[in-house]
């Protein structure tokens, strides 16, 4: 029988908090990137917005009024576009990043489960070798069944990129014929 071995204990604690903090610092990335969008959003927000108001104090007729609401709102629905396709961005990446982490980490715990069972399996006793073969059995399911959902998240996460794809190229292409 295998007996517990604290060392590699240790070692498996060890990857699951390094794991654990490797997603953390994915994450913490991705905020970070998020926020500086934010604040170079709000700084180019706070410029135009300045100038946008000695414009409206230069103002002489409502006509002009008019004319400068027209010009203005094109420019703001693109930037509008332009920073949902930065956050969208940003998402996909982190999103791919979370998947290449947490596949590698599934790996490797699979393949470690899949030798303590072969190294079960060798040092069983007589007459076990039905429990092994359903133990075997059981990981392969496993196996399979995360092989499943990774591929159906991969073609949802397609398709929702695909389809949020255009729908900015159909929102610009709508703004580009209002302006």
């Known amino acids: ?47 135009e917005g300045q100038e946008s108001a000695q414009k409206m104090l230069s103002i002489k007729s409502p006509q ?21 396709r930065h956050v969208l961005a940003i998402a996909s990446e982190t999103r791919t990043e979370f998947e290449s982490l947490l596949d590698s980490q599934y790996k490797q715990f699979s393949d470690k489960l899949g030798a303590f069972v072969d ?7 007589p007459g076990t070798e039905g429990s092994v073969t359903a133990l075997k059995s059981v990981l392969d399911a496993a196996n ?29 292409s709508a703004s580009q014929h209002v302006a």
């Open 1 to 47: 029988m295998t007996q517990f071995n604290p060392e590699q204990f240790a070692a498996s604690q060890q990857a699951t908090v390094g794991a654990a903090f490797a997603l953390s610092n994915k994450l913490l990335d991705a905020v970070m990137k998020l926020n500086d969008l934010n604040v170079q959003t709000v700084r180019v927000g706070f410029a």
């Open 119 to 125: 190294s079960a399996s060798t040092n069983a006793p």
């Open 144 to 172: 399979k069944t995360y092989e499943t959902v990774r591929q159906a998240n991969r073609q949802a996460n397609k398709a929702l990129d695909d389809n949020l794809a255009a729908a900015a190229a159909a929102v610009s």
């Open 64 to 84: 002009e009024m008019v004319a400068l609401q027209a010009t203005m709102s094109y420019p703001l629905l693109q930037k509008s576009i332009a920073y949902s």
